[in-house]
């Protein structure tokens, strides 16, 4: 039997199983038509793929699915495969509160410690919207771990394990409230609160308030990863020789970790639209949060509110291990309804989704191209250099190609009409010195948030193996009760040196000097950055490690 045939008798199947609407079975060969052009590359028996549901008006358009649930055993996805949810969890997470909340047993701006008491007491207390939001300052635990010498997938990871690491954390990356910085560990402090509210298991009280009541007969979570899941597909990356196993093999659950079908998340939004787990709950779930200084960010409670190509989108995306996952809802849309789940590490569930509404939609207002400038108005070259986040203290680097600009290890440099400069997907406005020097880059995030980066070096410091030696040695952190052991290693590649930095034995991470400016020598390891600092006697006295989700991780040299 062919794909093609197979795939006829399956929507041949699901119509006949209700699963098609009949009323709309007109839009439905359309639609199928263009779902077949979205995952033309998934459309095959050799890779994995996605299943995709599509509703609106709380009837189902399409259930379809491409690809395959199981290399080994050649077994297809299917529209009743269970996949998994990535962060798409975090507003069935956060419904739990909510539920919560409207039984009277606690508010969204409660002092999480009330639920929580093993939280340090900081500057701020941290509320239960701050763990719903990303508001928290808290650090992201699956960096923690890393820097322990275990990053996800070295060993099993648990609730217990993770509260604890969580918990034992003295610093926030920033005052509570004043940033978003997305982090899952709010999401998984939040599973002890319901369960220590509710009086019952996490799985018990979601099964019970939200799967069982809205008919998500499919959907459980990864709580034992060891368990037995029927109809489960498995998740997988693709390396030099093909591809390869990625499943989440923890037991780490609420920030992610949901097993369901596209179906389920159909009969979940189709809930949220019509409020059938209550008003509170569906009018708080999208309500954007606010920092403190005023500023309306698009996230809400585990839900993203937002627009895209003029239309209201409330949605989230999700990954995890081989898994790539979105879910949106456009309510200007008739409460357009279109959820994606993948297999395949890469797979870029939300432009699958947004391809399906500009199949539906094509008189949308278009997406807005950056206003290139001429030739005769190039990149100034004076851009290279390395710039500093000044919030993660991440790096920025530039370099020149030949008469160009790019980012290292990115896309070249393009000048806008308005000033600005397109690296990527990503603008930043250069401030000039007085004396004309590009010392600063400005960008804006999607809330209209505004992340500045300083200039540390104009080309990188070569930094000498007796630079290096005076930076090696041993530095404790407490709160992850690590003793890093940092050595001077010798690159034979490059002829250099570089420092080797170690949590425990057998592990180990190079990285590579960068600058040395303003009291710091700095270095970078991938995307994350680590730098030392040094006493007023000048002596080195403190490493530290800088990244999306942790902003400034400090471990004090000890003799």
């Known amino acids: 039997m062919t794909w093609s045939v197979r795939r006829a008798l399956l929507m041949c199947a699901l119509s006949s199983q209700g699963l098609v609407a009949p009323a709309v079975q007109a839009q439905q060969v359309d639609l199928a038509r263009a779902a077949d052009r979205v995952f033309a590359a998934w459309n095959s028996t050799q890779t994995p793929g996605c299943a995709v549901g599509v509703a609106q008006r709380g009837r189902t358009l399409l259930m379809r699915a491409y690809g395959m649930a199981d290399l080994t055993h050649g077994i297809a996805i299917t529209p009743a495969t269970v996949l998994e949810s990535g962060s798409v969890a975090k507003q069935f997470t956060a419904t739990a509160v909510l539920l919560l909340m409207q039984d009277g047993k606690l508010r969204l701006d409660d002092d999480a410690r009330t639920y929580l008491p093993e939280l340090p007491v900081y500057a701020r207390p941290i509320t239960i919207r701050h763990l719903l939001t990303h508001t928290s300052g808290l650090r992201e635990w699956s960096n ?10 070295t060993r099993v990871h648990t609730q217990s394990d993770v509260f604890g690491l969580i918990t034992a954390q003295r610093a926030l990356n ?12 709010g999401f998984l402090l939040l599973r002890t609160l319901v369960e220590r509210v509710s009086g019952q298991s996490f799985a018990a009280f979601t099964a019970a308030r939200i799967f069982e009541p809205l008919g998500m007969t499919q959907t459980t979570w990864r709580d034992d990863f060891t368990r037995i899941t029927p109809g489960l597909a498995q998740a997988y990356t693709r390396r030099a020789n093909g591809w390869h196993l990625d499943m989440p ?3 780490i659950i609420a920030a992610g970790g949901l097993l369901t079908t596209v179906a389920d998340w159909l009969r979940w939004n189709e809930g949220l639209t019509s409020r059938a787990l209550g008003s509170a709950w569906a009018d708080s779930i999208t309500q954007r949060m606010t920092l403190t200084r005023g500023l309306d960010i698009q996230y809400a409670l585990g839900l993203t509110v937002g627009r895209y190509r003029g239309l209201r989108e409330i949605g989230h995306s999700g990954s995890t291990a081989g898994y790539s996952t979105f879910l949106a809802r456009y309510p200007e849309k008739d409460n ?3 959820a994606v789940l993948c297999n395949a590490a ?3 569930a939300t432009s699958y989704v947004h391809g399906l509404v500009d199949s539906l939609y094509p008189d949308l207002p278009p997406a ?7 030739a005769a108005e190039p990149v100034p070259t004076e851009l290279t250099g390395i710039f500093r986040d000044t919030r993660t203290n991440t790096l920025l680097e530039f370099e020149a190609m030949g008469t160009r600009v790019r980012r290292v290890g990115g896309a070249a440099v393009r000048a806008l009409r308005d000033g600005t400069l397109l690296a990527g997907n990503t ?5 000039r010195a007085p004396d004309g020097a590009i010392r600063t880059l400005r960008t804006s995030t999607a809330d209209g948030d505004s992340v500045e980066y300083v200039r540390v070096g104009n080309t990188r410091w070569v930094a000498s193996a007796q630079d290096l030696a005076q930076l090696a040695g041993r530095y404790r952190n407490d709160e992850i009760g690590v003793t890093f052991d940092v050595r001077v290693v010798h690159i034979a590649d490059t002829g250099t040196s570089a420092l080797s930095i170690s949590p425990r034995t057998g592990v180990a991470d190079t990285v590579v000097a960068r600058y040395r400016a303003g009291g710091r020598e700095g270095f970078a390891n991938g995307a994350d950055a680590v730098w030392f600092e040094r006493d007023a006697r000048g002596r080195v006295a403190t490493m530290h490690f800088g990244s999306g989700r942790v902003w400034n991780f400090v471990s004090e040299r000890v003799p």
């Open 427 to 431: 603008r930043y406005r250069p401030i």
């Open 346 to 348: 890469g797979a870029s």
């Open 368 to 374: 807005v191209v950056p206003d290139t400038t001429g």
């Open 336 to 338: 357009l309804s279109i």
């Open 174 to 185: 920033y005052p509570v409230g004043d940033y978003y910085s997305y982090t899952n560990s």
């Open 144 to 153: 923690l771990v890393a820097w322990q010498g275990w990053p996800r997938g």
């Open 249 to 251: 093999n923890d037991n």
